[in-house]
């Protein structure tokens, strides 16, 4: 593949670029895997002619190269260096006709940068309704470029693009604004120092806040004339630099774009006024969510019944159909229990990512960030933190990714900082485990007791996520430059394709990223719970035979059977280190296997669950689920050991635990450093140790 | 001349030829420039941000912000 051309999109936001990409690619792109590895850019192939294959980049949306949010940097970077090897051999700048002038922007940017450059413009079928006319020849020949004119809602122009990008020898490489112009003196002092390098990525470089060409920053900054410049001197280039730009695309759409403006849309301004409306705007937007809610609980419960149904059917016929041994309780206990823990989850993560991708497709979600703009900046959050703290539902991991928007780094770093307090979906599973085992099965009001518990967390997550962020916000001192912008993009109907694309890719990213690690640790603890090095573990038969006849009880075969595995449970290498921390463990009122899927579950915190099924299906038992052999369980003393004390302790750990390490690893990456990941870390396990021991010892 | 933040909703005015020297390149890129029309569309409940209809584009911004952009109302 190394010899395809390598093709990247850029444009706008809100241009369409993704259904083009899609277009361009179909299923064969790829997004790169959330733990440690590149998550930026998406890639994908397409086939251009009978020879020619073209790699395609899809780069984060930008207004321009002039960064404010971390994903224009992406893009910015990815332009600036040459070495990288995603660097483009064509850019395709994408457009759509409504604000084509303020797209031409971006395009014109591009164009400087001295790359091949293709002009797109989508949303090609609303020329006719906005009273949009386009010639398209005169505007290649005002911009030295060609331009496909595309409508992915209607699948017209995809071919053309195509077509433009196999013929890349006969693009234009020249640049539509002379520099020279923003400040002759300055631009002719840079050109003598530097005669090799183009002057536009020199001025990106020295305007722009990236790591990108480091070698020539330095040599800048060495040559003490350009740094000189005061902050003011150069803002005030810039300003000039995009008066230049404007004047530049003005006169080109001048000869070849006209516009009706008696086309007015009633529509809009009717949704627009009714979406943002102090009373029907914030009532719309709860019923919505409330909705999803609703939808997400009540409809996925029965994939989910099903998916744990099938898997627990699957190992069971593993059991009876392959000769016993090692192998086949390795399948059986670790790797099917553990791929189940995974699959449980997509019916959730995928109902929600469907709803936010409709909702963002659709427009609809620029009004909530207008709506809650307000409400959010006391908490140190911008309206912009909505979409974060709605998608931490499902799974941190994006939710962290989807701050990067966030133009304001003090609000995004406390929204990434308090996402991991919402309930993600891996918390559901421990929460509905624990519920089943200690909250009775009464109503109140109508309503079931387990429901209202459940219910009650979700609050608690929400709460503690605005009050971290409270707390944040008043003790980080950091001054960065505040601004905050949101475009308001017409309604549209979504496109089906597009949110379908969002929502396969968002799910498989979560299956393929958390679950190898949720998969491996499942194995890992099967190892460890079925092997000892102790002579109590390896003579385990004896030594339970032996208490046994020394008792002189009847006993069954099968009670002995249990008995024998309990004891080599205990005495296992997980025993052991359950054992060696339940002194830190028993004031929150667990007991050594519960310390266990702690520590386990500090990876993931749906291992929990899968630990205890691991221990107690390794325990094995007439009861044949999870929680009916957790019922079992007695103390020392014959009392259960998941009663109500302990049972809220588990639930409030687990509200408040970071127990995720995908996330600290995409807080990591997104932060740059250690340093946040660590305080987050630190935080909320305090806060969790702490939490839980006073709900223990006030229920005991 | 007046800042942006103090239209009411539905007023429009012109920007004015002498630029503020604070105003973010974010803004002009978009399409605050000398000479561009400026409508406000709708204010948030809370009284911010701000919706406006600047050169075509539809764009929120914060109160703050917006006090940077000066016009020229239209009568």
Known sequence: ?????????????????????????????????????????????????????????????????????????????????????DFPDVVVVIAEVENLKRNLLLFTQIKDLGIKTVLAINMADRMGRLGIALDIQTLEQELDTKIALISTRKNEGIDALKKLLSEHSQLSESEVLDVNRIDAI?????????????????????????????????????????????????????????????????????????????????????????????????????VILFSIFQVIFDFSSYPMDAIDGFFGWLSEWFKDNLPTGILTDLIAEGIIAGIGGVVIFI?????????????????????????????????????????????????????????????????????????????????LPVYLI??????????????????????????????????????????LKLDRKNFFMVEMPTFKTPQLKNVGFTVFEKTKSFVFGAGQVILALSIVIWFLGSNGYSDDFKNAEEIVIAQIESTSELVSDLEIEHKISSYKLEHSYIGQLGKFIEPAVQPLGYDWKIGIALITSFAAREVFVGTLATIYSVADSE??????????????????????????????????????????????KETNSWKWPLIQLGFMTVLAYVASLITYQLLV | MISIDRL?????GVIVEELDAHIPVK??????LPGNEVELIQIAPLNDPLYFLVDGSRIAIRREMAQYVKIDLKS
Request: hydrophobic residues 45%; positive net charge.
């Open chain 1, 1 to 85: 593949m190394s010899a395809a051309l390598k093709v990247a999109l850029i444009g706008n936001p809100n241009t369409g670029k993704s259904s083009i990409f899609n277009a361009l690619t179909g299923l064969r792109q790829k997004v790169g895997n959330y733990p440690g590895i590149t998550v930026e850019k998406k890639t994908g192939y397409c086939k251009l002619s009978d020879e020619l294959e073209a790699k395609i980049i899809d780069l984060p949306g930008a207004y321009s190269l002039n960064t404010t949010s971390l994903d224009e940097s992406v893009a910015v970077e990815l332009l600036l260096n040459k070495r990288n090897e």
């Open chain 2, 8 to 12: 009411r909703v539905g007023q429009k």
């Open chain 1, 186 to 286: 300055y631009f002719e002092g840079l050109k003598k120092t530097f005669p090799k390098i183009s002057l536009y990525k020199l001025w990106l470089a020295i305007t722009q806040d990236v790591n990108f060409m480091p070698i020539e920053r330095q040599s800048i900054a060495d040559q003490s004339s350009f740094s000189t410049k005061s902050k003011d001197e150069l803002k005030k280039m810039q300003h000039r630099e995009t008066v230049l730009r404007y004047q530049f695309i003005n006169s080109a759409l001048k000869k070849a774009y006209q516009k009706d403006f008696t086309k007015a849309e009633g529509v809009q301004g009717f949704l627009d006024r009714l979406f943002t409306h102090k009373i029907w705007g914030y009532l719309i937007f709860f």
């Open chain 2, 27 to 32: 803004l002009m890129e978009i399409g605050c």
């Open chain 1, 434 to 475: 624990i519920i089943a085992l200690v909250i009775p099965e009464g109503r109140i009001f109508g309503l079931g007791y387990q429901a209202l518990v459940l219910t009650g967390l979700y609050f608690l997550g929400f709460l503690s996520a605005f009050l971290a962020a409270a707390i944040l916000s008043a003790n």
């Open chain 1, 623 to 668: 009861e044949s689920t999870i929680v009916g052999r957790m019922a079992l369980e007695r103390d020392a003393v014959g009392r259960p050991i998941f009663n109500l004390a302990t049972g809220v302790s588990i639930l409030i750990f687990y509200a408040f635990a970071m127990q995720c390490m995908s996330t600290l690893a995409i807080v990591r």
């Open chain 1, 347 to 427: 019916p959730q993560i995928a109902f929600l990512f469907l709803f936010i991708a409709l909702l963002e497709e659709s427009g609809y979600m620029s009004r909530v960030v207008f709506l809650m703009d307000r409400l959010m900046r006391p908490f140190g959050l911008s309206g912009k933190s909505v979409v974060p703290l709605i998608s931490g539902m499902a799974c941190a991991i994006p939710a962290v990714m989807a701050t990067r928007n966030i133009e304001n780094w003090k609000e995004r770093l406390i929204t990434i900082l308090v996402v991991p307090f919402t309930t993600c979906s891996a918390r």
